[in-house]
């Protein structure tokens, strides 16, 4: 009887384990990532502001089909990190649709942000933005700054340079230390 012989060589076979393990390490390590986002809908966006009161906050506002929000979305968790420690509460809302939410997700994973984030409820887009702001029109990047007594203090609206960041952080920080 013949040697039976296989259709897989050595370095094929190895590679795969490499390829398949690889995947499983880098799963393993992002065990936060969420599988579905929360979704908020006004009323929950007021909820979540009244849950960081006594707390100066920061709350973005993103999308993934908004390219400049995918391009300074690191930067606020970088700055995140850095302000957290010194009392800064964060979290974030997507403006992503039902059929968008799995890019929303992928995203999340990718950026791995150390702040919460929620999902705008579909609809009722400006019952929402008027809540946020009946300035604000809905313009993204958004970001709004907080006081400790839930008092709107600032916003950066369009894409903003990190010192933009860190100027309206600090003096949202500041505003705790005022009390």
Known sequence: M????SIYSAPALLAAVAIF??????HAQSPTAPRTLDVIDAD??????AEQHGKPLMVTFWAT???????????????VRQYQPKGLAVFGVSLDD?????L???FLA???????????????????????????????????????QGHLIGQLVGEQK????????????????QK
């Open 65 to 79: 089909w908004c390219e400049p929000c995918r391009d300074e979305y690191p930067m606020v968790n970088e700055l």
């Open 110 to 148: 990718k950026t791995n942000p150390v702040f919460p984030n929620y999902r705008k409820k579909p609809g009722k887009e400006d019952e929402f933005i008027n809540r946020v702001d009946t300035k604000w029109r809905g313009t993204l990047p958004a970001t709004f700054f907080y006081d400790p």
């Open 21 to 26: 393990l690889s995947a499983l390490l880098t």
């Open 2 to 5: 013949a040697p039976t012989r």
């Open 44 to 49: 929950q966006y007021i909820a979540k502001l």
């Open 98 to 102: 039902d059929a968008e939410e799995s």
């Open 104 to 106: 929303a997700l992928r």
């Open 162 to 177: 990190r010192e933009a960041f860190i100027a309206a952080i600090e003096q949202t920080l500041a505003t705790a230390s």
